[in-house]
């Protein structure tokens, strides 16, 4: 069956390093793959979207690179700050009538002062 | 900036009660959908609707859940009876169509006691 896997790990680094974060997939043929952001007791909030034909995505600190060969994303906050501490998700996507989105467990990244 | 809105926020019901909930997805957002997240999970989708049609509910479970959105623009997801394993995050997000960044409410947290 599919599977998505992000860190299940906590993330801690110090302010101003540069947060990486992973997310592999097995059993399954994205033709996208979103990141979203989501911090306690509310919902996601959409970051990034890479189709399988981009290999890299900026957006202000944030990058995101989407390997099909290795079947793995990978995430970027360059110059990271106490405010990105949250939980970062995964999704992944097929062209088709309905879209539907398969997320990950989610990676908790806490960005010390 | 317009919003998903969701209530309630927070739910607390007894075993074998019926629960809704209610979600207004952002004017002019065709796809709607609702997802259950269960604490250190990520979302997973119960039914997507296009306009008033449901387009997926593979995961809904039939026998006490029930989603609707008669005239294609707000949404109610209905459990009944509710079980103790119903207790998560039930979000709800709205798209401009499949293949798009959703954006998600704030979520009605509900615990079955």
Redesign the interface.
Known sequence: SQKIEQNSEALNIQEGKTATLTCNYTNYSPAYLQWYRQDPGRGPVFLLLIRENEKEKRKERLKVTFDTTLKQSLFHITASQPADSATYLCALGRSSNTGKLIFGQGTTLQVKP | EAE?AQSPRYKITEKSQAVAFWCDPISGHA?LYWYRQIL??????LV?F?DESV??DSQLPKDRFSAERLKGVDSTLKIQPAELGDSAMY?C?S?L???????????T?LTVT
Do not use: K, N
């Open positions: 998903v796809t250190g999970q990520g979302p997973e989708l997507q296009q387009v997926d979000l997000a798209s169509g499949t293949d798009h960044e959703q954006y998600f409410g704030p979520g947290r």
